[in-house]
């Protein structure tokens, strides 16, 4: 498994956007997919969106046409840009492979208020 470490997270105004930042030990070229997880106050982890090798990518239905998942396998990097930003959004982030196989890094905490 890579260790993951996540970024870029903050406090946001609804409708307002933020990229997210995941790097990772070591290569992730190995993990065909890739994605986002988040995990509110009092709720279970959900994922959010995730991307394979060859760029195709899927979201959970409540972030569809507002985020996007890329990555960058030279960099080891994946990345989440979050636009239009609702208060249902706010949870910490973690990044991993889908599915789970690695352990989860500290995540980024992302908050949606005004």
């Known amino acids: 498994q890579v260790q993951l470490v996540e970024s870029g997270g903050g406090l946001v105004q609804p409708g307002g956007s933020l990229r997210l930042s995941c790097a990772a030990s070591?290569?992730?070229?190995?993990?065909?997919?890739m994605g986002w997880y988040r995990q509110a106050p009092g709720k279970q982890r959900e994922w959010v969106a995730g991307i394979n090798n060859s760029g195709g990518t899927n979201y959970v239905d409540s972030v569809k046409g507002r985020f996007l998942v890329g990555r960058d396998n030279a960099k080891n990097t994946v990345y989440l840009q979050m636009n239009s930003l609702k208060p249902e959004d706010t949870a910490l982030y973690y990044c991993?492979?889908?599915?789970?196989?690695?352990?989860w890094g500290q995540g980024t905490q992302v908050t949606v208020s005004s």
């Open positions: 991993n492979s889908v599915p789970p196989v690695n352990s």
């Open positions: 070591g290569s992730i070229s190995r993990l065909y997919i």
